[in-house]
């Protein structure tokens, strides 16, 4: 289906249209309304791709393509002149190569994207991608047919899709596979310990001890709960930065000074 048909709207809906039909598809199918999230998911980014909402996202989602020699249609036909070798006839149609980018989360299950392509001969259009689940950063897809056809006589070309994962700015992702989230604490909880919390990629929030005399650049891990890559679930690093405080301020000292006979008092019982 295409954006405008999940909508319910014609090709030349207009914007006041197409925000009518959404709000109300948005009511119907929406979670809190006991509606289902991935059919509610599917029209607010068809929504979204309708209203180019976002056009730096747009463009680097659904219209990088790559453009075509108009004189490689004629490839197949053999043209001899002077010494020069004969070109070989085109086998198929050229293929068309496009990004699209996922969020972390979008790992964890199957996906259904649009992007918009342009064949030689033809107005831009959308085309329905099925993702799996476990699609990794910087992957590589092919969809068979769904390339270039301007040569009526020959096979369709394919769509080739690189994923880009849309990491956050505080989020990195490693070469083998797990993410890396930084977090700071004060040099006082690096030395008597703490507990923070990290939000994973599906929105869980874990509490993660960081125990007492943790180093600068010290990593804990949340084992299984990273990207999905194949068929295994990758993990989350915690890279924790100590930061040293300029300036002791009589409030700052009187913490760290509870702080510690709260640990110690701990430490005592524990003894006991």
Known sequence: MTPHEILGVG?????????????????????????DETKFKEIKEAYELLTNKNQNLNQKQFTEFQDIDLSQIFAHMRNQWGNFQAQQPQKANHSLHVNIMLE????????VK???????TKEPEYVRLDIPAGTFHGQKLKYPNLGDDAIS??????LYVTVILNAPEETQILHSGDICIQRKIDCFDAALGTSIEVTGIDKKVFEVRVPPGTQHGAILSLAGQGIKIGNVRKNILVQILIEVPTLVTDDSLKQYIEKLNSSLNIFERKEK
């Open 11 to 35: 090709p030349s809906a207009s914007e006041e249209e197409i925000k009518k039909a959404y709000k109300k598809l948005a009511m119907k199918h929406h979670p809190d309304r006991g509606g």
């Open 104 to 111: 972390l989360e979008d790992t964890l299950t199957n996906q």
């Open 114 to 120: 649009y992007v918009q392509i342009k064949k030689t």
């Open 153 to 158: 006589d020959l096979p369709k070309g394919d």
